[in-house]
């Protein structure tokens, strides 16, 4: 397989928020200021990667072989728990602001559903190691780049004239749909 059209097709055309609606919650809950949005992605970014690294590892070396393959879900939730766990604590001793910025949001990477998405998804598509780790990665940097681009909008539109009952979250559901609408023009390229 290609590596370039693999990532832009987890990049793009999987986009985890506008394809396949993962990790809504975050997106937006965190999307308000561009800076908050992208120590979020950051954060995200590196959980993916690595819970696939390791989800892959727990489930090659220990679930298949012992046959315990119903066990997937909790075992990905345990990695992921972890990680996220040395994520905070790492955020909350080296940066202290985005520790703060990014509040209830970081430990709920944890309960992320794109984050176990990945891990479930590199299951079922058999990828191997180092292509369970890319979409991981790469999937990442589509969560990453579609709640920047959110963010950026929604800080636009805090200085804009939209009608009463439109603003806040109504108008962010609203730009959120028109976005996804746009990344399905993707679906055709790879």
Known sequence: M????FM?????????????????CPFL???SKVST??????AV?????????????VDQWLLVPFGLDYMRTIAFILVIAALVQ?????????????????GIYLPL??????????????????????YSVMNGFFSALGFMLAIVLMAGVRERLESSK???????????LVTAGLMAMAFMGFSGMV
């Open 2 to 5: 290609n590596i370039f059209l």
């Open 8 to 24: 832009i097709s987890c990049i793009l055309t999987n986009n985890f928020i506008f394809s396949k609606f993962l990790g809504c």
């Open 29 to 31: 809950g965190v999307s």
């Open 37 to 42: 949005a992208a120590s979020m992605g950051l």
């Open 45 to 57: 970014t590196f959980v993916m990667t690595i819970a696939s690294f390791f989800a892959y590892m």
């Open 86 to 102: 040395f994520v905070e604590m790492f955020l909350k001793k080296s940066s202290p602001g985005i520790y703060s910025a990014l």
């Open 109 to 130: 990477i944890t309960t992320n559903c794109a984050v176990l998405g990945v891990a479930t998804l590199n299951v079922t598509a058999e990828y191997n190691m180092l």
């Open 162 to 172: 939209i009608p009463q009952c439109m603003k806040g979250f109504p108008i962010s």
